[in-house]
């Protein structure tokens, strides 16, 4: 049978005109599925535009050719708009073909989901998509909702070659900043199921073997095709599989590379003594969310006696092994108020961190079709969505954190807020950081339309 895998652009403008991203990695978790289907002896295509602006005109051209199943990507609630445009122009060119969605989001929307957002397709992905009855259905052309039976342990290499060199060149060298995103030793899945957070695939923590085509074989794929960095987006690159980790950090040494990836702070403190001994790893971001009792346990993070503690010793002992510690936190979810924000902010700055990542807690994608909002509004770093605080003033903790930990200025804690009818923002030692009332990022990603200056 003939596939054609569509990637299609994260977002469009109000002409539906693809919008070029900043920041972008390659789609290996589709491009994976890919070589399943190639080596059960089918004909598979991609077709990737995420840096296509007249996207339309290029999937039009591509349908002239008949295929037999059409694989699209929605990785976040951001694609549904653009899948949406996607799917008549498909169904209009290839009436007979059969249409399954994958990616992050399918682990919350299911086929009828879609549906009641616009969004008609045969088949929906709910899971890792490397199962092996999920390629069976994929092949077959099930309709409705596919499940992974079980998570395998081995991860087909993804298909690179499908894609042309410029594709290659704009994510190795304008968007991911040499990254080449892999499953690392961490594996699949996760062990807690955090309230914010889909990432674990409905899957319990699943470590990736090393055999065949495995990780060393990744390895080599990412150095031949240019990257200089591994970022494992492993939801735990460090659970019981110390001997793995160090093989891992080995392999990517002996090849030139660095690598980066994320885990828990209680697995830190579990593995304290293993990070001295890892000399390619160069940054490792830990999960700290909140310093607020009430929100963590809304979280699912539990409400444990020593929690920020264990945050505390965790970051000193990456630090301590020369390795750059990132943290992630959320801002604005359930519970959240201006006491637990400057809580999280005295916290952090007692810390020896190299940086933030923040985002915005967003409520669960099924909210999406219950509420009658549109996909658009979602998304971690787009207009704080449901949050009980005004949404400016959320905005504002963020403008704090990325002015501090960023940008490396000094916050006028005395008086740190400003706003009037034209813009709001935050006042620094050395300067402002605002954004103008009515302005919105095209692409939701909201520092994109912060600017820097000076109080008048």
């Given amino acids: 049978m003939k596939f054609l895998l569509i ?72 694609n549904i708009a653009v899948c949406k445009q996607a799917e008549p ?87 991911s900043g040499g990254k080449y995103p892999m499953i690392g030793p961490g594996g699949f899945g996760c062990y807690w199921s955090c309230e914010y957070c889909s990432a674990k695939m409905n899957s319990p923590a699943v470590v990736r073997t090393w055999k065949g085509i495995e990780i060393e074989s990744e390895i080599n794929l990412a150095v031949d095709y240019g990257y200089t960095h591994l970022w494992c987006v492993d939801n735990l690159v460090i659970h019981n599989n110390e001997e793995k980790v160090l093989r891992f950090d080995s392999e990517v040494g002996k090849r ?31 999960g700290i969310e909140s310093a607020s009792p009430q929100e963590l346990t809304v979280w699912g993070r539990g409400n444990r006696v020593g929690y920020l503690e264990t945050c505390h010793m965790a970051v000193r002992i990456v630090h301590d092994a020369g390795i750059a510690t990132n943290a992630f936190v959320m801002l604005g979810g359930p519970g959240a108020n201006e006491q637990g924000f400057w809580e999280l902010y ?5 810390l020896p961190l190299s940086t933030i990542s923040w985002s915005f807690f967003n409520p669960s ?50 008086d740190p807020f400003f706003s009037d009818d034209e813009r709001f923002g935050i006042r620094f030692e050395e300067g402002i950081i605002y954004q103008p009332t009515d302005a919105r990022s095209e692409i939701g990603d909201l520092w994109e339309i912060w600017r820097r200056g000076r109080m008048a």
């Fill in 346 to 350: 005295r916290f952090l700055k007692s």
């Fill in 365 to 414: 994608p099924k909210t999406l079709a219950a509420d009658q909002l549109e996909p658009k509004q979602f998304g971690f770093y787009r207009w704080p969505l449901l949050s009980a605080v005004p949404p400016a003033r959320v905005v504002q903790w963020a403008m704090i954190l990325s002015g501090s930990w960023w940008s490396g200025w000094r916050l006028n804690e005395s």
């Fill in 7 to 78: 990637i299609p652009p994260y977002v469009v403008d109000e002409n539906g005109l693809g919008i070029c991203p900043k920041k972008a990695m390659l789609p290996v978790g589709p491009l994976s599925i890919a070589t399943a289907l190639l080596t059960r002896g089918h004909a598979v295509e991609a077709l990737d535009l995420v840096f296509v602006s007249e996207w339309c005109e290029r999937l039009v051209s591509i349908l002239q050719a008949p295929y037999d199943r059409i694989l699209l990507s929605c990785h976040t609630t951001r």
């Fill in 89 to 175: 122009l498909i169904r209009s060119l290839q009436p007979g073909a059969h249409i399954t969605l994958g990616g992050n989001v399918c682990v919350d929307l299911g086929t009828e989901d879609f549906r009641k957002l616009g969004l008609h397709v045969d088949a929906v992905v709910r899971g890792y998509g490397h199962a092996d009855n999920v390629i069976k259905a994929i092949e077959c052309g099930e309709n409705g909702d596919i499940r992974p039976q079980s998570v395998p342990q081995d991860l087909p290499a993804p298909a690179l070659h499908l894609l042309d060199e410029e594709t290659h060149r704009q994510y190795r060298e304008e968007t």
């Fill in 256 to 286: 030139g590379l660095t690598w980066s990836g994320m885990t828990r702070p209680e697995l830190v403190l579990k593995h304290s003594h293993l990070f001295s001994k890892l000399h390619s790893l160069t940054e490792l971001a830990v």
